[in-house]
T-cell receptor, first 115, second 113 residues
Framework: AQTVTQSQPEMSVQEAETVTLSCTYDTSESDYYLFWYKQPPSRQMILVIRQEAYKQQNATENRFSVNFQKAAKSFSLKISDSQLGDAAMYFCAYRTGTSGSRLTFGEGTQLTVNP | GAGVSQSPSNKVTEKGKDVELRCDPISGHTALYWYRQSLGQGLEFLIYFQGNSAPDKSGLPSDRFSAERTGGSVSTLTIQRTQQEDSAVYLC???????????FGPGTRLTVT
């Protein structure tokens, strides 16, 4: 079974600074997808960024980028120029690529952005 | 267009009562998922519907939990004889197709007293 681990229950960052959230996963599959979701107090999960395992290039979405280390099974999220609106719970998630559907989530990291 | 909607937003029920939670997926989305988010267990998969195929029920924690999806659209998650450990936020998501990006609803917070 696949597992996803986020070892940082809480992180904080100063506004305009950069922060990196860590995620490791365990799988024996070669075809899979990794995601970072953001959950603000409204509870609605929002997709931040996704990475296909077969792609060597790290995904980027504006201020958000990932460092995908396939051999190390590591998938960290870097948030640059942090904004107050980035404060939320962040979840790392895994989905198998072979007719996969369900997401397997990590425990989450609560990010605080200090003004 | 409208996103995934869930009702009720919050539900308080007494132990032993049955509850029904509703999910309206995005129109045209063939896949629908239920997840549970609780303090002790984190975010966990419950059940998955894809078109007319038999649902994947492998995440349901007990036979008190059941779900159906009528007409390939609206889904109802039913919890019978609720227990305090059922207290959680129940999230619904839908995707255009199997393996597509999942769009989440705002969840239903269930409190069992």
């Amino acid at each position: 079974a696949q597992t996803v681990t986020q070892s940082q229950p809480e992180m904080s960052v100063q506004e305009a600074e950069t922060v990196t959230l860590s995620c490791t996963y365990d799988t024996s599959e070669s075809d899979y997808y990794l995601f970072w979701y953001k959950q603000p107090p409204s509870r609605q999960m929002i997709l931040v960024i996704r990475q296909e395992a077969y792609k060597q290039q790290n995904a980027t979405e504006n201020r958000f980028s990932v460092n995908f280390q396939k051999a190390a099974k590591s998938f960290s999220l870097k948030i640059s120029d942090s904004q107050l609106g980035d404060a939320a719970m962040y979840f790392c998630a895994y989905r198998t690529g072979t007719s996969g559907s369900r997401l397997t989530f990590g425990e989450g990291t609560q990010l605080t952005v200090n003004p | 267009g409208a996103g995934v909607s869930q009702s009720p937003s919050n539900k308080v029920t007494e132990k032993g009562k049955d509850v029904e939670l509703r999910c309206d997926p995005i129109s045209g989305h063939t896949a629908l998922y239920w997840y549970r988010q609780s303090l002790g267990q984190g975010l966990e998969f419950l059940i998955y519907f894809q078109g007319n195929s038999a649902p994947d029920k492998s995440g349901l924690p007990s036979d008190r939990f059941s779900a159906e999806r009528t007409g390939g659209s609206v889904s109802t998650l039913t919890i019978q004889r609720t227990q305090q450990e059922d207290s959680a936020v129940y999230l619904c998501a839908s995707s255009l197709m199997q393996g597509g990006e999942q769009y989440f609803g705002p969840g239903t917070r269930l409190t069992v007293t």
